[in-house]
């Protein structure tokens, strides 16, 4: 039988209940349980895949081509829960759901309403999710938005009525929350969080541990109490959650508190202790990290962290490999259009161009990766960072004046990328995503095949446009490689180019970034960080 945890935020949005359900996953994980873990987003979007990553952040990509929340991202690099398309769900994709049931005719006649069909609905993703062949021990589902909201009602009507269908014993609550500290009376205050667990009462949910982000500061024993007395929680369960750096140090701050313990006497389930070895042993690699790099990441969405979240982690995680800290600076790709690509990126050890849509600022990350290829120094392409590569290469090496993807030049006399129905002549293959995990061949004395140690790999994708296979020849005769590859039918897809008189030039088509973790960092983001290594000590 599968226990489940619900997390919920309350007094501001974005107050970390992500990072706290993903770290409680790790330590249940670290006591042998095998976790489950959720989203719940009350957006009327049916995903994230449409929106704005400077909006929103980041989508993460599934292994089974689920466009999801960033927050997904966190739960697969903290703990190993398998996450597919049932583990997120919108408020848009439960009412799809009811109105296509209602236009089928399943409701046999009756009003659909919000109490029983969506709240039904949002019950049935939960069972989903646990009801598989080797059900987990727990089940983390972590509700989006803030309690007292009017989106996320229904997700926690669902949930108290949840609650008693498999029974309270079987269910635990926690509620992340902000204790806001007032500078002018010099005190960290409770009401708040005490208004946002009465708003939950209202609704009929009671929690049973409290999670209170205090910033740099930490609740005294008589604030703990006194959040306890009136939030009706016991002492031991009012958590300080501090603002902890490096993010992975976060689950051991909860560790030293026992959050663990508290919440399996909640359900009521035993486990072996803890083993936190390796974890532990990875955040002091990280914080002792002695060599620093510095990396320029080009692209169209600087100044908002989240929306390459995936990116700067995989980099923190390759940095941890090398005993170093990587220092990513995002270098907007728009005034690199203007400005003089050496004089911009000479004082960095390596340059990412990463993923994007669209045609703003293609000019200036096409300048940053001849700038690269010409200076010698490391470039890892994301994505679009391939299909940049591989224009860059054909307009300057191979002759081929104004080539282009036809994303942002329609007409291009050379279309070097592509969709693929252009390159078949076929119309009706139309331009859907290729979402989610894909095999990719490898070759031999290469330098993706020396990172992966492997002949065949599997990494996932979320792009339309592709190599164009007319141009292969072309661009082989002036030094471009072909390293990996997906072959579908006939077809052969480009999944990697490298430049072998280079030190170090790899692009990828697909997200390595997605499946980068702490204790298991991607061996193309660590072997480009050893690359800059090597480019600064050759400079120091
Ligand atoms: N816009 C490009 C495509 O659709 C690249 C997408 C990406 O970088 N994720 O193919």
Redesign the pocket.
């Known amino acids: 039988m599968t226990k489940y945890v619900f997390t919920t935020g309350g007094v501001v949005s974005s107050v970390g209940k992500g990072i706290a359900s993903a770290g409680l996953g790790l330590l249940l994980e670290s006591r042998g349980l095998r976790i489950a873990m959720m989203k719940m987003d009350p957006y009327i979007n049916v995903d994230p895949g449409t929106m704005n990553p400077f909006e929103h952040g980041e989508v993460f990509v599934t292994d089974d081509g689920a466009e999801t929340d960033l927050d997904l991202g966190h739960y697969e690099r903290f703990t190993s829960a398998k996450l597919s398309k049932k583990s997120n769900a919108t408020t848009g994709s439960v009412y799809n759901a009811v109105i296509q049931k209602e236009r089928r005719g399943e409701y046999l006649g009756k009003t659909v309403q919000v109490i029983p069909h969506i709240t039904d609905e949002i019950k049935s993703r939960i069972h989903a999710l646990t009801s598989g062949e080797d059900p987990a021990d727990v089940a983390i589902v972590e509700v989006g938005g803030t309690v007292g909201d009017i989106e996320s009602q229904p997700f926690l009507e669902a949930l108290r009525q949840f609650r008693l269908d498999v029974g309270p014993e079987n269910c635990c609550f926690v509620h992340v929350t902000l204790v806001p500290y007032i500078e002018a009376s010099g005190e960290l205050k409770t009401k708040p969080t005490q208004h946002s667990v009465r708003a939950l009462r209202d609704i009929g949910l009671q929690p049973d541990v409290i999670i209170c982000r205090t910033g740099t500061r930490r609740l005294e024993k008589e604030q703990r109490q006194k959040i306890a007395l009136f939030c009706n929680v016991t002492n031991d369960a009012i958590i300080n959650g501090e603002d902890i750096s490096p993010l992975y140090a976060i689950p051991l701050n909860f560790k030293r508190q026992n959050l663990d313990g508290i919440v399996l006497r909640i359900l009521g389930l035993e486990a072996p202790e803890s083993d936190l070895a390796e974890w532990t042993a990875m955040v002091e690699r990280l914080r002792a990290a002695p060599a620093r790099v510095r990396i320029a990441a080009v692209g169209k969405y600087v100044g908002h962290d989240d929306a390459y979240k995936s990116i700067n982690e995989a980099f923190v995680h390759a940095g941890i490999q090398n005993d170093c800290r990587v220092e990513l600076t995002w270098v907007d790709s728009e005034h690199l259009e203007q400005e003089d690509a050496a004089k911009a990126l000479e004082s960095y050890d390596g340059i990412l161009v ?5 045609s703003r600022g293609i000019e200036g990350k096409i300048k940053a990766a001849q700038y690269a290829r010409e200076h010698n120094k490391p470039y890892f392409g ?4 391939m ?1 940049i590569a591989v224009i860059e290469m054909a307009r300057n090496k191979a002759g081929l004046a104004g080539a282009a ?1 036809t ?1 942002f030049s329609p007409h291009t006399p050379h279309p070097v ?1 592509s969709l693929l129905s252009e390159q078949r002549g076929v119309q009706n293959l139309g331009g859907t ?1 290729r979402l989610g995990q894909y095999r990719c061949d490898l070759k031999p004395g290469t330098l993706a095949h020396a990172a992966y140690g492997a002949d065949v790999i599997y990494e996932r994708h ?5 190599f164009n296979n007319v141009y292969l020849d072309a661009l082989t005769d002036v030094g471009l490689s072909v390293s990996g590859t997906h072959a579908v039918d006939i077809h052969t897809l480009v999944e990697i180019i490298e430049i072998k008189q280079h030190p170090w030039f790899c692009a990828v088509q697909f ?1 390595p970034e997605f499946k980068s973790k702490p204790l298991n960092p991607q061996p193309l983001f660590r072997d480009f960080v050893a690359a800059a290594l090597r480019c600064k000590a050759k400079r120091d």
């Open positions: 990463g993923p994007g849509f669209g994301i994505c679009l960072g299909q993807s994303e990328i995503m979320r792009h339309r446009y592709e997200h």
